[in-house]
């Protein structure tokens, strides 16, 4: 089947995408214009290819490794170099490790005598303070010494008097040798006076201290006997409620004792009546008694059956007696029907009543 639109398209030129009958036009304005000329290669030029840039490739590559070589020298000589360098820094680190210690050393023993230093001018100046101090109190001791010399002076001066008759006294008595003697006998006496009143002071104390401690004991002592006053108090308190209570519980008791009796003999009462009329019934029947006294259950049983047999027979003879009844009522009836002689013959009605036999049961 031939085609209705054959392909006229050769290619894609650039931007171009038209037939190629369609592009004569645009190639024509192409070369009319000078914006979009392409200008057409030399012919001593090398034309742009693979070998070209193989050959430039090439010289790179050449001008590469040279600059690869001079950089390995330059790196060798650098080396070296920086060797050097590295082993001289090492020594300047260890002369300038060396120098710190030295320093750090020198600083240490400068702050160390420092504060040796300033711990001594601060014990200088304490211990100056202190000296100042007991200059002071010594000023101030001498000059209460002086006063007490002043003193001492005039009391020496009205003292006068007395020493004389002291001498006179030591002179004139056989006790005293000297005045240093009597001095000691005075001092003696007035040492004793001082212990006789520490000792008047000492019992003064005592005493106070006893009847200080009787006074506490009478206290302690009336405390206690007023709780005991007030815990007998409580306990007579609680005697008379129990009291009470006894006696209400004894009253109780008294009832339930009275209650517990009567029905203890109503209850004897009851099982000397059942066994009475157990006894009864075994008489009656001809049989011996077999149940004992507390034998409730066996004797009941056998009352109950007794009983059950009297009320059957009873019910026996009450229907007997109904027929009775009924036939003399009939036998009356015809004995007033009239005779031959029209005459009848009345006879007095006799109402005949049969008695019912009835068992309380």
Not at 20 to 31: N, Q, R
Not at 116 to 138: C, F, P, S, T, W
Not at 192 to 214: D, F, H, P
Request: some cysteine; aromatic content about 6%.
């Amino acid at each position: 089947m031939p085609r209705t639109k054959p392909t006229k398209k050769l290619g894609i030129y650039g931007s171009f995408d038209i037939n190629p009958e369609d592009a004569v036009g645009s190639y024509i304005e192409s070369k009319q214009q000078e914006k979009l000329y392409i200008k057409p290669p030399v012919w001593d030029i090398s034309r742009d290819g693979l070998e070209l840039f193989a050959i430039q490739n090439e010289r790179e590559h050449n001008d590469t490794v040279k600059l690869q070589e001079e950089m390995l020298e330059n790196a060798q000589k650098q080396k070296v170099v920086n060797m050097k360098r590295i082993k001289d820094m090492y020594k300047i680190q260890r002369e300038l490790r060396e120098q710190f210690i030295n320093v750090n050393n020198f600083i240490r023993d400068c702050e160390e005598k420092k504060r040796v230093a300033e711990k001594k001018i601060g014990d200088e100046r304490k211990m100056h303070e202190q000296l100042e101090k007991d200059i002071e109190k010594l000023i101030q001791d001498i000059a209460d010494l002086e006063k007490f010399e002043e003193t001492l002076t005039e009391t020496v001066k009205e003292l006068e008097p007395y020493e004389k008759v002291i001498k006179d006294v030591v002179e004139s008595s056989d006790i005293f040798k000297s005045v240093n003697d009597c001095m000691i006998r005075c001092d003696a006496l007035m040492l004793a006076q001082v212990e006789i009143t520490e000792l008047e002071q000492e019992k003064i104390k005592g005493i106070e201290e006893m009847r200080r401690m009787m006074v506490k004991a009478m206290n302690e002592s009336s405390l206690t006997i007023l709780g005991l006053n007030n815990e007998l108090s409580a306990m007579e308190r609680s005697y008379s409620i129990a009291k009470a209570e006894s006696l209400k519980w004894e009253k109780i008791m008294a009832g339930t004792k009275d209650y517990i009796s009567e029905n203890e003999l109503t209850r004897n009462r009851i099982l000397d009546a059942i066994q009475q009329m157990y006894h009864l019934l075994c008489r009656r029947n001809g049989v011996d008694p077999t149940a004992g006294r507390y034998d409730i259950e066996e004797q009941l049983d056998y009352i109950k059956n007794e009983i059950e047999i009297l009320q059957k027979v009873v019910n026996l003879c009450n229907k007997d007696l109904a027929k009775n009844a009924s036939a003399s009522q009939q036998h009356a009836m015809f004995s007033d029907a009239p005779t031959k002689d029209g005459s009848s013959k009345k006879s007095k009605k006799k109402k005949v009543a049969g008695p019912r036999i009835r068992i309380a049961e």
